[in-house]
């Protein structure tokens, strides 16, 4: 483990590979799992802020499901999450040629603010669990994600390399940087 700050990083962020394959894995993230994306308070806010500029890029069922269950909902962890369309799927994905993908992504890019998806699925497969005195940073080894693992291991990314900018988002440049030094130490010790 990596202590930088008040956060606890498994050192699976450097030494496992992991690249998105989005033509092999089709978004499976968006669908599978028991609940929607896990939210962080201030993101609530941000939906509710954009919802109305949101909503024009999803499906029908996931307008559905936003307008009888909220934009976001407590799940039976009594986490804030996303909410699911028919307890299936995330109610912002949008599917393109087969592919989940998310629609305030989209919303995001082509109205162009900063809220471009919940900071979970950013940073996926890095799962965060927040304690009272640190946030625990783990990687979060799915078997959906085998072309993902596959794809970092042909061109030799790390987990925490892949995700610099989600990263640098949610903890800031000088923690980056300081996982990155972790990394390179090791390096000198293996």
């Given at each position: 483990m990596i202590v930088i700050d008040n956060t606890i990083v498994s050192e699976h962020l450097l030494e496992k590979k992991f690249v998105c394959?989005?033509?092999?894995?089709k978004g499976q993230c968006c669908v599978e799992g028991d609940s929607g994306a896990?939210?962080?308070?201030?993101?609530?806010?941000?939906?509710?802020?954009?919802?109305d500029v949101i909503l024009p890029y999803l499906p029908e069922e996931g307008k559905q499901a936003i307008t009888e269950?909220?934009?976001?909902?407590?799940?039976?962890?009594?986490?804030?999450?996303?909410?699911?369309?028919?307890?299936k799927h995330?109610?912002?994905?949008?599917?393109?040629k087969g592919i989940a993908k998310c629609g305030i992504?989209?919303?995001?890019?082509e109205h162009g603010f900063d809220f471009n998806k919940p900071i979970s699925c950013y940073l996926y497969p890095v799962r965060i669990t927040k304690f009272k005195d640190y946030d625990a940073v783990n990687y979060d080894q799915w078997s959906i994600c085998r072309s993902a693992c596959s794809c970092?291991?042909?061109?030799?990314?790390?987990?925490?390399?892949?995700?610099k900018k989600p990263l640098i988002k949610k903890?800031?440049?000088k923690w980056y940087e300081q996982l990155h030094l972790a990394n390179e130490l090791k390096k000198q010790q293996d």
């Open positions: 394959d989005l033509n092999a894995c896990p939210l962080e308070d201030n993101e609530t806010a941000q939906l509710d802020e954009h919802l269950q909220g934009a976001y909902v407590v799940d039976f962890e009594n986490e804030l999450t996303t909410p699911l369309v028919d307890g995330c109610a912002y994905t949008y599917f393109e992504e989209k919303a995001s890019k970092g291991e042909q061109l030799n990314v790390p987990v925490y390399q892949f995700l903890y800031g440049i």
